[in-house]
T-cell receptor, first 113, second 113 residues
């Protein structure tokens, strides 16, 4: 069965620090990969997605992620975080014939001014 | 475009009762998926509906059932509620043939006491 692991459950950073959130998935076939963000009290929003092509994907709000097939990883990065990035971040993977997403447990990010 | 609307936003039920959650899909979307997000966990896929029929199901018992209506809105029904059913229930709509373009609703917070 497919699974997604997010290595950090809680991350605390100061503003302007760099961010990297780890995500590994377990599936050997073709996958589609996603990062979603959930701001406090709001719905899940798509940050970025990877289907094929350039393994370095750029998303909204300055986020990017790199797909490394050999490591089954899709880590999320941002060079300089802001207080407004405080949220919970979910990595998700999809494969198969229908639109089922497998989510990781999430990483709660707190950015202090 | 309208987003995904879920109702109610919060609900408290007693163990053994039945509950119905509702979802209006985004305009132009014809597929609805339901997810359960327990506290501290990522969303877990319950099932998906397309053309008013179930089109894929996760690892949830039969007491979790659903409907999709001709206008693409959907209901999630849970019978014989258990304490562990307490969670945030998320609805996501998408358009078949435009894979993985989910729009999530803000969810219904169900508490079973």
């Amino acid at each position: 069965a497919q699974s997604v692991s997010q290595h950090n459950h809680h991350v605390i950073l100061s503003e302007a620090a760099s961010l990297e959130l780890g995500c590994n998935y377990s599936y050997g076939g073709t996958v589609n990969l996603f990062w979603y963000v959930q701001y406090p009290g709001q719905h899940l929003q798509l940050l970025l997605k990877y289907f094929s092509g350039d393994p370095l994907v750029k998303g909204i709000k300055g986020f990017e992620a790199e797909f490394i097939k050999s490591k089954f990883s899709f880590n999320l990065r941002k060079p300089s975080v802001q207080w407004s990035d405080t949220a919970e971040y979910f990595c998700a993977v999809n494969s198969g014939g229908y639109n089922k997403l497998i989510f990781g447990a999430g990483t709660r990010l707190a950015v202090h001014p | 475009e309208t987003g995904v609307t879920q109702s109610p936003t919060h609900l408290i039920k007693t163990r053994g009762q039945q509950v119905t959650l509702r979802c209006s899909s985004q305009s132009g979307h014809n597929t609805v998926s339901w997810y359960q997000q327990a506290l501290g966990q990522g969303p877990q896929f319950i099932f998906q509906y397309y053309r008013e029929e179930e089109n894929g199901r996760g690892n949830f018992p039969p007491r979790f059932s659903g409907l999709q209506f001709p206008n693409y809105s959907s209901e999630l029904n849970v019978n014989a509620l258990e304490l562990d059913d307490s969670a945030l229930y998320l609805c996501a709509s998408s358009l078949a043939g435009k894979p993985y373009g989910y729009t999530f609703g803000s969810g219904t917070r169900l508490t079973v006491v």
